[in-house]
């Protein structure tokens, strides 16, 4: 009987397997298909975690280039390893005005001799006492002193007037007297060989750092005029910008000036007078008035609090903003996203980001020459991590454009005039007309905003006024009512 029965048994498992065939295949593919998946999103997990360490890298280097380019001075003493000692001196000019001031220079007599090449009949040079301080400060060109001195330099040098010689002549008809300090140590900079964007560059954070490396590649080409010319336009449609900023915000801060101010002398001298007529009345105060009763006696007693909290509180935010770099991102992020405003800084960065980039561009900037530039002269923490992403798209072989895509804080019109200078090779050239554009259209918001915000402030102050001569006035209709 066993062995009748071998042959059934045999059959059975055969076609037991054969059926059961299809289940180990699905089964076989169902955990190859998770382990795939979970590779996968292993490999995603890292991938991602490996762009944001080369991200926060990237950053990290943009903030130490930033920081280097402060520095710079001086590290320039210490490769120099020249002993520099300061003297005050007292000079007469060729049109007999005696000028005072400071330089600095390894000894007394080579800072008399360089005054008197310069033309000046020394008076007295005499080394600096610990006291001695200067009165001027700061001495950085803007954006208007930086138009008229590249439109006078690089005219003078079209004149055939030598680079020096032209340097003199700026320092000379300069009104201010810390950059004319600036001016003399450029001279003398040149006086020793160096080139002009070295000698720049050693003034510290005095020229900007796009100016020094434009020079820098003027000197390269040879073309140093047209740069200058260059740069010049730059600045004038910089300081066009700036000014048509300043003008539509000056009226709304004297209106909140004037608001404040009257709000402050209405609570600190009128209403106190107020509050005593009412209590000797008897007089039923509403809560408005209450309100405007408790302001004022808070401020009146304690007026000191009131300054020190205003004054701690806008420090405290400055220093927070100038210092700590998530604190400065959160407050762009928010002015960002508000109406209007987040239109104004948009257009304003993508101009400026556009129009240094077609400069650098233009005149042979190598592209990761330009973005290390780039991030130096903004002072978004927005757009300093849009140029490190493009430097890390750039280090990965990727285009410029990638960087930019689907970016909330870059419009899409932009985008695509990049995508589109890509493609063609007219990246400078497309970089310009996008500048010209968003310049266009930042001024004409601008003005817009100044329309708007002019009857809005003036809404607002009547508000403030006539809510509290509201609570002053209310009570008083009570005692009227009590006298008849």
């Known amino acids: 009987m066993e062995a009748l029965a071998m042959p059934f048994i045999f059959i059975y498992h055969v076609v037991r397997y054969i059926l059961l065939t299809p289940k180990r295949i699905l089964n076989y593919a169902h955990t190859g298909f998770l382990s795939i998946i979970d590779k996968l999103s292993r490999g995603k997990v890292t991938e991602k975690r490996q762009a944001k360490k080369d991200e926060d890298k990237a950053i990290l280097k943009v903030e130490s280039m930033m920081n280097a380019s402060k520095l710079n001075a001086k590290e320039q003493i210490v490769l120099d390893k020249e002993p520099v000692s300061s003297f005050r001196y007292k000079v007469k000019g060729s049109n007999g005005k005696i000028i005072s001031g400071t330089f600095e220079g390894p000894n007394k007599d080579e800072v008399k001799f360089f005054l008197q090449n310069e033309g000046y ?34 005219t003078y040098l079209k004149a055939g007037i030598a680079l020096i010689d032209s340097v003199r002549i700026l320092e000379k008809q300069s009104e201010k007297a810390e950059q004319r300090k600036i001016y003399q140590k450029v001279v003398y900079e040149l006086l020793k ?41 730059y600045y004038t449609s910089k300081e066009e910008t700036r000014k048509a900023m300043v003008s539509a915000m ?75 770099r998530g604190f400065r991102k959160n407050v762009q992020l928010v002015l960002m996203h508000i109406p209007v405003a987040s239109q104004i ?134 005692i009227y009512g009590k006298i008849q």
């Open 193 to 233: 060989g160096q080139d002009l964007s070295t000698a720049m560059e050693k003034q510290g954070d005095k020229f900007p750092t796009l100016l020094v490396n434009m020079i820098k590649t003027a000197e390269l080409t040879g073309d140093l005029t047209s740069v200058l010319d260059d740069m010049a336009d």
């Open 345 to 478: 800084i948009i257009y304003s960065e993508v101009y400026n980001f556009t129009k240094t980039f077609a400069s650098l561009l233009n005149h042979g900037v190598f592209i990761t020459d330009s973005m290390e530039v780039l991030a130096k002269i903004t002072n978004n923490e927005i757009y300093k991590e849009l140029v490190a992403k493009t430097i890390i798209n750039l280090n990965k072989g990727a285009n410029i454009s990638e960087s930019f895509k689907g970016s909330w804080a870059f419009p899409v019109a932009a985008y695509e005039m990049i995508v589109t200078g890509e493609k063609t090779g007219q990246l400078g050239l497309m970089m310009e007309k996008v500048a010209n554009y968003y310049q266009v259209l930042h001024k004409t918001l601008v003005k817009q905003m100044q329309s708007f915000i002019e009857p809005l402030m003036i809404a607002f102050l009547a508000l403030i006024v006539g809510t509290i001569l509201l609570a002053v006035v209310v009570p008083m209709f009570d």
């Open 250 to 324: 000056t009226y709304p801060i004297i209106v909140l000036c004037i608001a404040i101010g009257v709000v402050i002398f209405i609570l600190v001298s009128i209403v106190p007078s107020f509050v005593s007529m009412y209590e000797d009345n008897d007089a039923e105060i509403p809560a408005i008035t209450t309100f405007v009763m408790a302001a004022s006696d808070f401020i009146v007693n304690h007026y000191m609090i009131v300054i020190l909290v205003v004054g701690i509180s806008v420090g405290a935010f400055v220093f927070l903003y100038k210092k700590i």
């Open 121 to 154: 009949e020394v008076i007295e040079v005499v080394p600096r006492k610990f006291y001695d301080v200067d009165i001027n400060i700061g001495g950085k060109f803007t954006a208007a002193d930086l138009s008229f001195s590249l439109t006078q330099l690089s």
